[in-house]
């Protein structure tokens, strides 16, 4: 059974930095592309970054882009964020989803997401 | 501020027809590219639950149903049952962003 697992949320001062991890299992991991959603409390979703099956490409949004750093290893079926100079605004709740590939481009929707692992930043 | 409008909430009694409305713009739906639907019940994750403008996946009833037309889509329930009771959201590819992007969400509300 597919599955998504994220870990690495917490509390976290602002200015600080966070790793979030997601491990996936029960697909061919290396036949997606993956990405980084969140959720605020309360608040709707928001896509934050994807990375590409092999690695090469990632793309961001503005609001994360030069903090966040998105990365995975396909030996390892894991998927990872690098959260740095967290912000209050940060807070939410960070799912990973998958979104298969085909002829080296995603289908652009998601069709399994994680649980979520809740980051908190505040002092 | 989501790129894709959605009402806030919706309601219907059970047994009823409820749809929700996702408004977006010539950079995206405009732009012919699909809408895709998720259902996240109270406290869990999303969960996809109309691709490709129209398609069910495997295990959803097929009282979801999805269109699309010009710079809209829209998601149907019919026959409205209290385990509808969740948060929807509509999502599609966005050209001017270069990435996914969502709509605000809509909850419905069983009465």
């Known amino acids: 059974q597919a599955q998504l697992v994220e870990s690495g949320g917490g509390l976290v001062k602002p200015g600080g930095s966070l790793r979030l991890s997601c491990e996936a299992s029960?697909?061919?991991?290396?036949?997606?592309?993956m990405s980084w959603v969140r959720q605020a409390p309360g608040k709707g979703l928001e896509w934050l970054s994807y990375?590409?099956?092999?690695?090469?490409?990632?793309y961001y949004v503005d609001s994360v882009e030069g903090r966040f750093t998105i990365s995975r290893d396909n030996s390892k079926n894991s998927l990872f964020l690098q959260m740095n100079n967290l912000r209050a605004d940060d807070t939410a709740v960070y799912y990973c989803?998958?979104?298969?590939?085909?002829?080296?481009?995603?289908?652009?929707?998601?069709?399994?997401w994680g649980r979520g692992t809740l980051v908190t930043v505040s002092s | 501020q989501s790129v894709l409008t959605q009402p806030p909430s919706v309601s219907g009694a059970p047994g009823q027809r409820v749809t929700i409305s996702c408004t977006g713009s010539?950079?995206?739906?405009?732009?012919?590219?699909?809408v895709h639907w998720y259902q996240q019940l109270p406290g869990t994750s999303p969960k996809l639950l109309i691709f490709g403008n129209t398609n069910r996946p495997s295990g959803v009833p097929d009282r979801f149903s999805g269109s699309k037309s010009g710079t809209s889509a829209s998601l149907a329930i019919t026959g409205l049952q209290a385990e509808d009771e969740a948060d929807y959201y509509c999502q599609s590819f966005d050209s001017s962003r270069d990435g996914y992007v969502f709509g605000s969400g809509t909850k419905v509300t069983v009465l």
């Open positions: 990375i590409s099956s092999v690695g090469v490409t990632t």
């Open positions: 010539n950079s995206n739906i405009g732009a012919g590219y699909d």
């Open positions: 989803a998958r979104d298969r590939e085909a002829y080296g481009a995603p289908y652009w929707y998601f069709d399994l």
């Open positions: 029960g697909f061919t991991f290396s036949d997606y592309y």
